[in-house]
């Protein structure tokens, strides 16, 4: 049981932050909370009373993390402040200040409410039933919590339509533009998205590897395990027999990817399943690559419809040559979809892919010239830099 007493502190955007602080004499709830702050990837400073800050004296006591009273860590400099109830009538004289969370197990004892009052708590929560809201605020403030990236999803309205390539050419040209640029392939029959950017054989996490994920995942320890292929990250499949995982899973990774700032660019297959859809709700705007065919733009209207029933924003991004009668508009026209903007043909594009140079690689080439240009629309619809 999670219960709010006044409202949350602001989120603080920037760099990693240090753990929280564990005021506490009880030994079982301690190990507890060690517990969920290995789970979100923390390392809490432990105290067993209230740490020596502006004026107010305890007996401090070492534990993971150390540190010394007052300093960075202590009672006011901590991002987040666990308060045992077993001492809650001890640290009543401390510095009022949010982020204070007391702890207990007892759901009967209608006094914590009043001891959460005294120490100026904004939460109350009682193990077990809180663990998962706890890892969770506890991940927050250990990773910081700013603008959540830019999510874009490209799918192909046919199949062999160019969805990979343009999202390949997104990402690429967003790292080159030096966003944090995060890659998913969302497509497990695709071959893997590494193989297009040359890194087959670069170390780090493949999607196997996240398939038992649940709950909460550390967008840190995330980012870190992955390859880092031309200045991004990479989420790909490998070449083994899994091809899929669960939906929960594929929440939690993209929950994680986004929550790091940046942008994040998936490329979707054109089936929609459990994992997709989950990919599909997290998404801010989705691309929707169309040949410039009449063929092309009935499968896609099939395409279309069913995205549509998860993604609100998606727009067509039309690829030529045209067939006669057929241009951007018409396209766009035809599917009742705005218009993202016409996909150039880039010449050599092939021979590079060949040679092992991702799409988008040449900064002054027609396809990273689209994919700069929408960025800076995209900037200015989500109001500012991410």
């Known amino acids: 049981m999670a219960g709010n007493i006044t409202h949350d502190p602001p989120p603080t955007e920037g760099a990693r932050r240090g753990g929280p602080l564990i005021v506490t004499e009880d030994t079982e709830l301690l190990d507890d909370l060690l517990r969920l702050c290995a789970a979100a990837g923390a390392t809490p400073e432990v105290h067993h009373s209230l740490p020596a800050v502006s004026g107010v004296s305890g007996v401090a006591a070492g534990g993971a993390g150390g540190g010394a009273s007052g300093q960075l860590g202590g009672w006011e400099a901590a991002p987040l402040v666990i308060v045992g109830d077993d001492v809650a009538r001890r ?3 401390a510095v009022r200040r949010r982020g204070v969370v007391l702890v207990g197990r007892d759901q009967d004892d209608s006094g914590v409410w009043q001891r959460a009052v005294e120490i100026g708590a904004d939460h109350v929560l009682m193990l077990p039933d809180g663990e998962q809201w706890l890892v969770d605020r506890i991940a927050d403030v250990t990773e910081g919590v700013g603008r959540p990236a830019l999510t874009v999803g490209v799918i192909g309205g046919r199949g062999g339509a160019g ?3 343009l999202a390949c050419a997104l990402a690429v040209t967003s790292a080159r533009e030096g966003m944090r640029s995060l890659l998913v392939d969302a497509d497990p029959l695709g071959g893997g998205l590494d193989v297009l950017l040359g890194g087959e054989t670069a170390d ?3 999607w196997p590897a996240f398939a038992a994920s649940r709950g909460r995942v550390g967008g840190g320890a995330l980012e870190e395990s992955l390859p880092e292929l031309h200045a991004l990250r990479v ?3 490998d070449r083994g027999d899994c091809v899929a995982v669960p939906a ?7 929950a994680a990817a986004r929550r790091r700032g940046g942008t994040v660019v998936v490329d979707l297959p054109r089936r929609i399943d459990d994992g997709v859809a989950e990919v599909l709700a997290q998404l801010d705007v989705g ?9 092309a733009v009935a499968a896609a209207g099939r395409v279309a419809t069913a995205v549509g029933m998860v993604l609100r924003d998606l727009r067509v991004a039309v690829r030529g040559p045209y067939a006669s009668g057929l241009d951007d508009r018409e396209v766009a026209r035809l599917l009742g979809l705005p218009l993202a903007g016409e996909v150039p043909v880039e010449s050599g594009l092939l021979r590079a892919t060949e040679s092992r140079r991702p799409p988008g690689t040449s900064a002054r080439g027609p396809l990273a010239r689209f994919c700069r240009e929408f960025w800076d629309r995209a ?3 989500t109001g500012g830099a991410v």
């Open 91 to 93: 640290v009543r004289g």
């Open 163 to 165: 969805a990979s390539t």
């Open 204 to 206: 780090g996490l493949r």
């Open 235 to 237: 989420l790909s499949w």
């Open 248 to 254: 929960q899973a594929v929440r939690a990774v993209l």
């Open 287 to 295: 691309l929707l690559v169309v040949p410039a065919e009449l063929r």
């Open 379 to 381: 900037l200015v619809e």
